[in-house]
């Protein structure tokens, strides 16, 4: 008998990375590896199971850059050649492994990943794999939830006008893309404080996700602790993170993706072979992934042994069988001790673990939703959305401040490495309302250098930045990307006050930094007030 129910929400995001005034540009590839090992493998899966009659209701947020990334013609045209070359490099690979079988196994199953990734992309989806996710959200398989503009950490914003534009602007972009209104909004990291959600209710939005800790904390303290969602006195509702699901899934140490059967992400190809044979598929003169890797976790010590496909595959069904184990275990004691509704477990995790950073993460989440459609009968997967058709009524709480970041409040993207970029954000943020207060509508020109002025605002909010500066990785990347967004706001800026806006550097920000081509700087106005559209369902 039914008893609960499991909510998996994937939060599918990347930074804006577009370099048209470069043939090839080595962060691009962020967005070429996740379509490749993530997003087509999970689209691929969505497929078989309706295929197969299979029940399957998934969470899942599609963030505005990484929804204009892919479906930017300069973008889709390098993600092709970037295919091409790795189906060239896999080919090699096949002639070099020729004299050991096991090595040239694993060459042919790259080579046939590779080939049949360009086969789905171009032919399947037609390259266009925003309208393949939103085909998958018609036929119900799915509820993709909207998100911040530009992924803008909004705990840390202290102009209203900047929160609200980043949530409007991310509500109005899923309009504008999916031609229906959100029904969930996935925050920026997680990251809350009160009031935030008075900005969600005024875009129509009904429910958004906590970590654990934003729910435990709240005040009064919840009924139910995550396992139901409390409403703000705003009216939309809190949903929180069940620990336990989340763990077992996305540690390392302690989860699934750890297991010695599973594929090693670090062992690449890019970091190994001779130069002179990679340096045809690398960008410039720089290792780097290929996505060719012949070697499983192991063990700790250093040694590293072949992979083995199928066997990491058995293993993926087996820890798909305990994690719904483990759910129905989690589920039965929590009905038993919820008296009015049943139980809804939470268990957010960002998409690209699934596939990317472990391999077989998709094989593993096909395993389960099949396990649970065929093998029991006490859980059932419904969204956050479906819960609260099913339960309308809800206690009243305020969410406690927190994120899903290390610590879970504010450290990551605020501390030594970075804290320097927050007095230029509020700057530009005050600047920017003062220019839709002032100078908004203008001439033509005028008009065009206030909306660059906007995107070159919203892309340096960017919360990816900062955690890059904090983690350590690509450092001089997020720092170069931060100041050139400060830089071209702060000099459009001048420009627009003095009545001397440069055409040509204004053209060549609109061509570079290309986002959001429909956007409104009227959000910026502090009266501003939101037309809410009609929600999915």
Known sequence: MEQGY????????????????????????????????????????????????????????????LLSMLRDELLLERYEKYLENRISLAEKEIQRTALWPELNRLARMYHRIFTQTKEDFVHKYHRDLVDAFGHFQRLGLIEILASAATHGYLPLM?????????????????????????????????????????????????????????????????????????????????????????????????????????????????????????????????????GIKYHRITQDNGHKELYDPDRAREKAAVHAGNFMFNRQRQIEWLAANMEDRKPIVVAPYDTELFGHWWYEGPQWLDFLIRKIHHDQDQVRLI????????????????????????????????????????????????????????????????????KQCARELLLAQSSDWAFIMKTGTMVAYARQRTREHIANFNRLYGQIQRGEIEQDFLHQLQWKNNIFPELDPEVYRSDYQPQVLVQLG
Request: hydrophobic share 35%; with cysteine.
């Open 6 to 65: 499991l909510s998996i929400i994937l939060h599918t995001h990347l930074p804006f990375v577009r370099h048209p005034e470069q043939e090839r540009f080595l962060e691009e590839h962020w967005l070429f590896e996740a379509i490749t090992e993530s997003y087509i493998p999970l689209l691929n899966m969505f497929g078989r199971l309706h295929h197969d009659g299979v029940a399957c209701r998934l969470a899942m947020s599609l963030t505005p850059p």
């Open 158 to 290: 202290i102009h209203p006008e900047a929160i609200r534009a980043q949530i409007q602007l991310g509500i109005d972009f899923y309009q504008q893309t999916f031609g229906v209104a959100p029904v969930g909004f996935w925050l920026p990291e997680c990251g809350y404080v009160p009031g935030i959600d008075t900005y969600l209710a005024a875009g129509g939005i009904k429910y958004f996700i906590l970590d654990s800790h934003g729910i435990l904390h709240s005040k009064p303290r919840p009924r139910y602790a995550v396992y139901a969602p409390v409403y703000c006195p705003s009216g939309v509702a809190a949903f929180g993170r069940d620990w336990e699901s989340s763990k077992q899934v996305w540690s390392a140490q302690e989860g699934y993706p750890g297991d010695w059967d599973y594929r090693e992400f670090y062992r690449d190809i890019g970091h190994e072979l001779d130069f002179d044979y990679l340096a045809p598929h690398l960008v410039g003169d720089i290792r780097h992934q290929t």
């Open 383 to 450: 969204t956050p959305g479906d819960y609260l058709k099913l339960y309308p009524k809800n206690q009243v709480c305020i969410p406690s401040a927190s994120s899903w970041g290390y610590k879970g409040y504010n450290e990551v993207w605020l501390e030594g490495s970075n804290d320097w970029i927050y007095p230029h954000l509020h700057i530009m943020a005050e600047r920017m309302t003062e220019l839709v207060h002032h100078h908004w509508p203008g001439d033509p020109l005028t008009t065009e250098a206030i």
